[in-house]
């Protein structure tokens, strides 16, 4: 039962664009979640996050949007750029008890197209 | 390097062997977490621990695999007689607390293949 899903495994798009990476949830107590950036053979990097309190959370390039009726968040990348090419994860927390555990979904393949 | 420590960062074992992978918190954490990556998949909470103790192993397989994090020195995840099936990027990370918005921090990883 994968409660975070990441459903497009690869994404392309040309320097300079927007990157739109989405992620969509079931369990609706999540409420915190994160994008982490990941490199072939290394580990995965933070990104940006954001609480369910929030719909929007911005840092330089990168915006996560999310939106809790639909269970969806997504981050954007403007303008995108060749360094920007990874998988990308999106996470989620719960509250509470067990609120250290994140959940992962199983990632999207970003190539950014110079 | 003040970030997470993992090593050895590739291990390779052959079927029934002992692996060990250690980790070392960042300077300042004191809440350490494993986390595996089976290949083409996210990755899969194992094991929460902090100094001396296990928060939380709910994610861990329940026989083969243990996870300390002592006193002193690194934190190891031990796999025994270890099998093909547990080839795969084991991750760890540590944060200054416990609590989702203490942002989790990530090591470079330990590719175990088991042959």
């Known amino acids: 039962d994968q409660q975070v899903k990441q459903n497009s495994p690869s994404l392309s798009v040309q320097e300079g664009r927007i990157s739109i990476l989405n992620c969509d949830y079931t369990n609706s107590m999540f409420d915190y979640f994160l994008w982490y950036k990941k490199y072939p053979a290394e580990g995965p990097t933070f990104l940006i996050s954001?609480?369910?309190?929030?719909d929007k959370n911005e840092d330089g390039r990168f915006t996560v949007f999310l939106n809790k009726s639909a269970k969806h968040l997504s981050l954007h990348i403007v303008p995108s750029q060749p360094g920007d090419s990874a998988v990308y994860f999106c996470?989620?927390?719960?509250?509470?008890?067990?609120?250290?555990?994140?959940?992962f979904g199983k990632g999207t393949k970003l190539s950014v197209i110079p | 390097n003040a970030g997470v420590m993992q090593n050895p960062r590739h291990l390779v074992r052959r079927r029934g062997q002992e692996a060990r992978l250690r980790c070392s918190p960042m300077k300042g954490h004191s809440h350490v977490y494993w986390y595996r990556q089976l290949p083409e998949e996210g990755l899969k909470f194992m094991v929460y621990?902090?100094?001396?103790?296990?928060?939380?192993e709910s994610g861990m397989p329940k026989e083969r695999f243990s996870a300390e994090f002592p006193k002193e020195g690194p934190s190891i995840l031990r796999i025994q007689q270890v099998v093909r099936g547990d080839s795969a990027a084991y991750f760890c990370?540590?944060?200054?607390?416990?609590?989702?918005?203490?942002?989790?921090?990530f090591g470079e990883g330990s590719w175990l293949t088991v042959v």
């Open positions: 996470a989620a927390a719960l509250s509470g008890a067990g609120s250290y555990q994140l959940t």
């Open positions: 621990l902090q100094k001396e103790n296990i928060i939380d």
């Open positions: 990370a540590s944060s200054p607390g416990g609590t989702h918005g203490n942002t989790i921090y």
């Open positions: 954001i609480s369910s309190i929030k």
